[in-house]
């Protein structure tokens, strides 16, 4: 099982990135798939979730209405829409399988002007 996240980088507040989380020896549309985030002295947190079924998303207060989370079963690749990013979104992007310990590298989202 492999988890690899892209698509981190800096960007200005008010702009948008798209996470990417590239799945391999499983197939995403089996299972919950989320999206977290820690910065340096904190605890990973929530940003995102998806059910297996692709019925039901949860989302953090913090990027509720700016945050989309998706999934491309033919590219077994889950995905991250960050819109009207802010400085305190700055943090490392981790992609998480439900219910396993599989998680990505991280990739970095910096947002600064």
């Known amino acids: 099982v492999q988890l690899v996240e892209s698509g981190g980088g800096l960007v200005q507040p008010g702009g948008s990135l798209r996470l990417s989380c590239a799945a391999s020896?499983?197939?995403?549309?089996?299972?919950?798939m989320s999206w977290y985030r820690q910065t340096p002295g904190k605890e990973r947190e929530l940003v995102a979730a998806?059910?297996?079924?692709?019925?039901?998303?949860v989302y953090a207060n913090s990027g509720r209405g700016r945050f989309t989370i998706s999934r491309d079963n033919a590219k077994n690749t889950v995905y991250l829409q960050m819109n009207s990013l802010k400085v305190e979104d700055t943090a490392v992007y981790y992609c998480?399988?439900?219910?396993?310990?599989?998680w990505g590298r991280g990739t970095q989202v910096t947002v600064s002007s």
């Open positions: 998806v059910t297996r079924g692709g019925g039901s998303v």
């Open positions: 020896g499983f197939t995403v549309s089996q299972y919950g």
């Open positions: 998480h399988r439900d219910m396993s310990n599989f």
